[in-house]
């Protein structure tokens, strides 16, 4: 599997973006999908997942509430939607593709190039 983030970019405090991930190769519809992040000095965290079916979900504390992550198994795509950022939430993030939804990096065989999140206070 072969995974490709877009949509990162400059946003101010309070604003939205909306980052995709499209994957090629196997069966996408067969993995669990989701985003981490790093930040600049920290170590890379969990932000959310979901099921194959997306009908299982799981987010990251800091980010509940704000972010939403959902798939097009027909676009063989992955989204996560983020409002009302801040800036803390600055950082690399990249989706990643795995037999099943865990909170742990170590679950996830595929990882995409990471796209930047810049969020100005």
């Known amino acids: 599997v072969q995974l490709q983030a877009s949509g990162g970019g400059l946003v101010q405090a309070g604003g939205s973006l909306r980052l995709s991930c499209t994957a090629s190769?196997?069966?996408?519809?067969?993995?669990?999908m989701g985003w981490f992040r790093q930040a600049p000095g920290k170590e890379r965290e969990f932000v959310a997942a979901?099921?194959?079916?997306?009908?299982?979900?799981s987010y990251a504390d800091s980010v509940k509430g704000r972010f939403t992550i959902s798939r097009d198994n027909a676009k063989n795509t992955v989204y996560l939607q983020m409002n009302s950022l801040k800036p803390e939430d600055t950082a690399v993030y990249y989706c990643?593709?795995?037999?099943?939804?865990?909170?742990?990096?170590?679950?996830?065989?595929?990882w995409g190039q990471g796209t930047l999140v810049t969020v100005s206070s």
């Open positions: 990643v593709a795995g037999p099943r939804l865990r909170v742990g990096a170590t679950a996830y065989d595929y």
């Open positions: 979901l099921s194959w079916s997306g009908g299982t979900t």
């Open positions: 190769g196997r069966t996408f519809s067969s993995y669990a």
